[in-house]
């Protein structure tokens, strides 16, 4: 079994994480969870418990731990992991470098998704990240339903084909990444990305795609920029709220 880190800290990034979905509006009231894995077999994850106060106040009292089979670790009673669970559960057990996962219902992505629309790379410096999102392609799956089973989980990994977000049609998206930080910067890209896309189409305008010279020219930011930075400054954006 892989070690990870279980204490304060990764409990306190799950819930900061839930507090910047909310504040972006990619999450509302008690819909939504954020998960980080702690062992090869284990997670802690956002519960709800009998003084649930939605996701906009989560603390690190609302994250438990279980393991992927959904038993708990240290739940107390009173709480109750997402019937969601297996999203996340499925996520790691299949693919060793998936640290956390974000499971959300951001209103782009609902409508985006309702209406079969596809995001195309046609922006650059306005939103790097997103962009390549938009270059890597952004999987679909196609089913509205709750994912609260190992085989319709197991469905999601498939239509994700080894990427880091998909959108669930009619339901949300699902980002994962190695950590946390990495995961909400990743749902807020998407969400930019779906609103451009959505936004488009309310206008009926069809951009061309960047040309290659456009490409080429536009830098990678990194890591540190694309998820330290930007996390830092979601995190201090949620305090402010």
Known sequence: MTAHDDGPRLRAAVATACRVL????????ILGHVSARVADDELVIRCRG???????????????RVDLDGRPVDLPDGYAAPNELPIHAELMRARPEVGAVIHA?????????????????????????ALRLALDGVPVFDNASL???????????????????CLLRGHGIVAAAATVEAATVLAVNLEALLSVTLELARLGATPPELTAA??????????????????QALVAEADDG
């Open 22 to 29: 909310a504040r972006r509006g990619l999450v509302d009231g």
């Open 105 to 129: 219902h951001p209103p782009a992505a609902l409508l985006a998704g309702l209406a079969g629309l596809t995001p195309r790379p046609v922006f650059g410096a306005y939103d790097i990240p």
């Open 147 to 165: 994912v609260d089973s190992r085989a319709l989980a197991l469905e999601l990994l498939a239509a994700m084909e080894g990427r880091a977000v």
């Open 50 to 64: 009998g003084d649930e106060r939605g996701l906009a106040r989560t603390s690190p009292k609302d994250i438990w």
């Open 214 to 231: 456009e490409l080429e020219a536009l830098p990678d930011l990194g890591s540190s920029f694309n998820d330290r930075l930007v996390w």
